[in-house]
């Protein structure tokens, strides 16, 4: 495969030698962008335009590429420069702010804000020498987990499939990853938005300890869960690119002190010795039928839990222990908790749009400051934004609060919980990583789940609780189901252990080098 | 099975929220609202003992992981433009802003 088939650190390893350009990595991808992108999501865009087009993009910065690429092979030129990831093409989910672009977080109401300033994730990529391509689509404000609340249409699509949704909240960042558009893109997760997209478009996506990278420049949903991290077709990709973005940031308080470490030189270390852990609470979902009002108990695809098997073997054979039966018990309330807390956030963090400062505000003649408000927020919100705000208010209302979200807060302590114990070392289980299916599905149809908030938000269920836990999480690509969807497995370390989590995917992915399902390529023209 | 949510206590959220929304907009929002209190109720069920605390966020923080608290410094900002060219209406350098009306409070 040409240019556009590189990882990111053989492209910056050459860039650096001078065996190609910048600007010639540029110009390949961009080229095949126009190949397989299609239209960018617009207001007022139409959903079903294209459908066998990815249509990752929101904003295309070509000219700020261009500038960019220009003056780093200048640089290198001069022998001035030796970033880590000189040349690479980075995608940017567009939640996050880029000076001088528009940064819309998919929403109506942020369509025309251009931001003032440079989120740090994004600074520290281009201070490495990523070429920053553009602005990625998502869920509205990342509400939800197939991009298709976005206002922003044609959403992103599947590229192994474009019938079916890339997942989300972050899938313009995974499905431009999976199409070759870009060779990382930077995202976030909340509940999963890095790691279920990532499974659905079979690559690799990490979710952070909660703190390790910055959130400055993130424009927030929720404050106590939201975790920037990489999206990478390869786990050196990915070690490389959070080695660039984690790490103390003295413009967010919340970002942790703890010194961030060689994450690429323990890559190759191997398994021996570790214990890694199986539990059955992470091979069954529970959810609300709203049809008939029950709760619901299934067991998950039997082509799914067999991945997972089928991985732990692997990594037995490489020299690991594998503890079966971790008891996870509170795994299941993920989901109720999170549709507690997150929206008591989600709705402090929205309040801020009033048509007053920046973005939207109505066009229609309007009585007072209220009913421009009003007006404003009615017209610019989605749907998922409105449920959020009002769901939100309701359960953290002073007479309900106890109910609800004081209760939800003891919950995430008892998920919490269920990690320590699972991790400690004078435990019973004593396990260093929990391995399990990143999703309870492969990807959905495009149209198939969408407006069905309570059933769409449980296809986060298996990965929520490590974002109530603030733990790391990584989902790696570990083969196709019987309709040729990607399946994604998961792993869940303790906190600040994303070296040790690279490292077992680095194994697995040495294990699984040569199987025949690594030759597939999704189904979009690519380059040969 | 009755809702939670009214529609009394539905608009009264509305209007707090201050959202004006479509026959249909609300329709779906109060629906989509009452199945998700229903599957928040399996929350009530669970044994929560009295000593467990509330966590914030996952991670407790502490010395060890996170810095203290800095002063707050007042500083200019070099480009308070850029800000307030983002701003729908403008004059003489402020945001200009409907009639702001008079409520007494209760």
Known sequence: ?528 | MSDEITSDIFWHLVELAALELTTEEAEYLRKEMNNQLRSIHELAAIPIESEVPIASHGIPYNESNSASNRQDVWRPYKEAGKILSQAPETEEGYIVVPEIPHKDLD
């Open chain 1, 1 to 528: 495969m040409d240019i556009v088939g590189l990882p990111a650190w053989e492209i910056a390893d050459k860039v650096r030698r001078k065996v190609i350009s910048a600007r010639e990595v540029l110009d390949a991808h961009l080229s095949h962008i126009r190949d397989v992108d299609g239209v960018s999501g617009s207001i007022n865009g139409d959903k079903g335009n294209e459908p066998e087009k990815i249509h990752a993009f929101i904003t295309l910065t070509e000219d700020r590429a261009r500038k960019q690429a220009m003056e780093l092979d200048e640089k290198i030129a001069a022998g001035e420069f030796s970033g880590s990831l000189a040349g690479v093409p980075v995608t940017i989910k567009d939640i996050f702010c880029v000076e001088s672009t528009p940064s819309t977080a998919a929403s109506k109401i942020l369509a025309n804000f251009v931001a003032p300033y440079t989120a740090t994730p994004v600074t520290r990529l281009e201070k490495a020498g990523a070429i920053v391509l553009g602005k990625v689509n998502l869920d509205e404000f990342t509400y939800g987990s197939s991009s298709e609340s976005s206002a922003f249409q044609p959403s992103s699509r599947n590229p192994w499939n474009t019938d079916r949704v890339p997942g989300g909240s972050s899938g313009g960042s995974a499905a431009a990853v999976a199409g070759y558009e870009s060779t990382l893109s930077l995202g976030t997760d909340t509940a999963g938005s890095i790691r279920q997209p990532a499974a659905f478009c079979g690559v690799i996506g990490m979710k952070p300890t909660y703190g390790r990278v910055s959130r400055y420049g993130l424009i927030a949903f929720g404050s106590s869960l939201d975790c920037p991290g990489p999206i990478a077709r390869n786990i050196t990709d990915a070690a490389l690119m959070l080695q660039v973005i984690a790490g103390r940031d003295l413009l967010d308080a919340t970002s942790a002190t703890v010194p961030v470490p060689g994450y690429t030189a323990e890559l190759d270390k191997g398994v021996k010795g570790m214990r890694i852990g199986l539990s059955p609470d992470y091979f069954r979902i529970t959810y609300f039928d709203s049809g008939s009002g029950d709760l619901v108990e299934q067991l998950l695809p039997e082509e799914i839990k067999l991945k997972v098997i089928e991985a732990a073997e692997k990594l037995q054979k490489m020299g690991a222990t594998i503890v079966e039966n971790v008891s996870m018990p509170h795994t299941k309330y993920g989901i109720p908790a999170y549709f507690v807390i997150s929206r008591v956030e989600a709705a402090s963090n929205l309040h801020r749009y009033d048509g007053v400062k920046y973005g939207y505000r109505t066009h229609e003649q309007v009585s007072n400051l209220s009913d421009m408000y009003r007006k404003s927020r009615g017209q610019a919100f989605g749907l998922q934004p409105k449920l959020r705000i009002l769901m939100g208010m309701y359960v953290s209302a002073e007479q309900y609060s106890e109910q609800y979200y004081n209760r939800a807060l003891r919950i995430r302590s008892l998920i919490r919980r269920d990690f320590e114990e699972a991790f400690d070392p004078n435990g019973k289980y004593r396990i260093n990583v929990l391995l399990t299916p990143t999703t309870p599905t492969t990807a959905f149809k495009v149209g198939g789940m969408y407006g069905d908030s309570v059933l769409m938000q449980y296809a986060d269920q298996l990965t929520v609780p490590g974002n109530h836990a603030g733990i790391p999480g990584i989902s790696i690509p570990a083969g196709f189901d019987k309709d040729g969807l990607p399946i994604g497995i998961q792993i869940l370390g303790p906190d600040f252990s994303e070296a040790l989590l690279l490292r077992i995917s680095r194994a697995y992915e040495n294990a699984t080098e040569t199987e025949d399902w690594r030759l597939k390529k999704p189904a979009i023209n690519l380059p040969n």
